[in-house]
């Protein structure tokens, strides 16, 4: 109603949308070869509706971003905040612009992150490792239902000059199915954390992954260079995403606007929450409101254009 109310009064809105965990789960990564047609089209549909500005924030390299949103007028925040391209004038290729120069890492440093991830992924069912241009991203979504699995004392541990991961006795403990790929998370965290301690990147955990990225790279700072290139501050915000704690700043951001009508959604239920508004659960939830959105969005396109302030029932 406040997405509505905001474009009836001739008010500037704002979209803000993840992709990983909002847009798609992340159990349908690996065979995702574009977005679900539904919330592609409602997304198009939002972008170009008058006064409204579309946002897509993402972990994932510029090259998918370009592949995906190709054609919709929107901005686009590409390897978590590194990258930025405006595509609001027609959705038409643009270039991408880097916000950060980043420290050359050691020379060693990607190959023992790239030796810690495969270990982790070879004991780990279900999981996978993604390499990007800046950073490194471990993926362990829920394990098939058949699956449960029992440590091997005997296991040397990961690679690294840090101590090995904490190994219970063989058969001593059944690690239970649900709980499995969350343990193996925070152990591969604990070790990267030992591991990279001096190292010019970050560790993060959270939402089903954990993260290697580059120090001081974020979306929300993404976010603030993009609202600092909007003509007019947004009357109306809604956000939509599954950020991890690093990025949680963005909802941080777009409440800091002064608006009244910010509705920054998280679909994390738990952790990574603090500063988000309202929470959506999950990536089905999320399609229902852009839906929602977009039909919107879609009516409005065909009325005519009132002034700043004047009633929506003007146009009845």
Not at 144 to 150: E, G, I, K, N, Y
Not at 249 to 255: A, I, Q, S, Y
Not at 307 to 316: I, L
């Amino acid at each position: 109603r406040a997405f509505t109310a905001a474009g009836a009064a001739g008010g500037h809105r704002l979209c803000v949308v993840g992709l990983l965990g909002a847009l798609i789960d992340s159990s349908a990564l690996v065979h995702a070869g574009a977005l679900p047609p539904a919330s592609r089209a409602a997304l198009e549909s939002i972008a170009r509706a008058p006064r409204t500005t579309l946002v897509v924030v993402s972990g994932r390299e510029r090259a998918l971003l370009d592949e995906w949103f190709s054609g919709i007028p929107a901005w686009l925040a590409a390897e978590n905040g590194l990258w930025v391209s405006d595509r609001t004038q027609g959705g038409a290729p643009a270039p991408w612009e880097k916000l950060y120069e980043l420290p050359a890492p050691e020379g060693s440093l990607m190959p023992t992150v790239r030796g810690v991830f495969k270990y982790f992924e070879d004991r780990t069912p279900n999981s996978f490792t993604e390499v990007h241009e800046s950073c490194i991203t471990w993926h362990h979504p829920p394990p098939p239902l058949d699956h449960v699995s029992q440590w091997d004392a005997g296991d040397p541990g990961p690679p690294g000059r840090a101590a090995q991961v904490a190994v219970p006795a063989a058969g001593a403990v059944d690690i239970s199915i649900s709980d499995f790929g969350a343990y193996m998370a925070s152990q591969l965290h604990a070790h990267l954390i030992k591991v990279l301690g001096n190292s010019p990147v970050e560790v993060h955990l959270g939402g089903d992954r954990v993260e290697v990225r580059p120090s001081g790279v974020t979306k929300a700072q993404a976010l603030e260079c993009i609202l600092d290139r909007l003509p007019v501050g947004p009357d109306c915000v809604v956000a939509l995403a599954a950020p991890m704690e690093r990025d949680e700043g963005m909802f941080g951001v777009l409440r800091a606007l002064a608006t009244d009508a910010c509705y920054a959604c998280s679909t994390q239920p738990a952790a990574g929450t603090v500063q988000a508004t309202h929470f959506v659960d999950g990536p089905r939830a999320v399609a229902q409101v852009l839906a929602a959105l977009g039909q919107a969005a879609m009516r409005e396109v065909a009325l005519p254009p009132l002034g700043r302030g004047a009633s929506a029932s003007a146009r009845q």
